[in-house]
């Protein structure tokens, strides 16, 4: 079993930023895949950002050159800049291994115009 421990969401205005957390504990493989997804209201989820044990990163088209994922050990970080009112959602932090795969509770993600 792999607990996450998210943090940091909340309500900025346009062009704001925010960093959300993500702490793993727990039964941790290590080699994992570390990431954020989001999914806002009607929806499907997707990938933001992504980085594995290795450092290697990606991310979703809608947020490159805005959002960085970094990490430390087991937890991840996620800097999101010049925010728009499109970044809102729910965001999900996500563990991952050859065999396993762990969702957070979720953080909502509120941008204002």
């Known amino acids: 079993q792999v607990q996450l421990v998210e943090s940091g969401g909340g309500l900025v205005q346009a062009g704001g930023s925010l960093r959300l957390s993500c702490t793993a504990s727990g039964s941790i493989f290590s080699i994992n895949i570390m990431g954020w997804y989001r999914q806002a209201p009607g929806n499907q989820r997707e990938l933001v950002a992504g980085?594995?044990?290795?450092?290697a990163t990606n991310y979703g088209s809608s947020v490159k050159g805005r959002f960085t994922i970094s990490r430390d050990k087991n937890t991840v970080y996620l800097q999101m800049n010049s925010l728009t009112p499109e970044d809102t959602a729910v965001y999900y932090c996500n563990w991952k291994s050859a065999v396993y795969d762990y969702w957070g509770q979720g953080t909502q993600v509120t941008v204002s115009s």
């Open positions: 980085t594995t044990s290795g450092g």
